[in-house]
């Protein structure tokens, strides 16, 4: 996987989870505490973690198979 590949799918998983996040966040706040409050440390932090791992695992399950097709 090349550099820009995984950049852009770091990206677009960096603001899926972090639009997911503050979202979840704020119905939490607003249902447990009566105000709606978004919680921007953790769905930062969420992004960061699942915007770098989950490119990687797509990254290595992808030259895994295409080692396996090679040895067949």
Same mark, same amino acid.
């Not at 950049?7 to 960096?14: Q, S």
């Given at each position: &996987?090349?550099?820009?590949? =995984? =950049? +852009?799918? =770091?990206? *677009?998983?960096?603001?899926?989870? =972090?639009?997911?996040?503050?979202? +979840?966040?704020?119905?939490?706040? *607003?249902?447990?505490?009566? #105000?709606?409050?978004?919680? %921007?440390?953790?769905?930062?932090?969420?992004?960061?973690?699942?915007?770098? +791992?989950?490119? %990687?695992?797509?990254?290595?399950?992808?030259?895994? #198979?295409? #080692?396996?097709? &090679?040895?067949?």
């Amino acid at each position: &996987m090349s550099l820009g590949k =995984f =950049f +852009v799918d =770091f990206l *677009l998983t960096f603001a899926l989870v =972090f639009v997911v996040a503050a979202v +979840v966040s704020f119905l939490y706040s *607003l249902i447990a505490h009566g #105000e709606g409050g978004i919680d %921007w440390d953790h769905s930062v932090r969420l992004a960061i973690i699942f915007g770098i +791992v989950v490119p %990687w695992i797509r990254a290595r399950q992808t030259n895994g #198979e295409k #080692e396996n097709a &090679m040895r067949q």
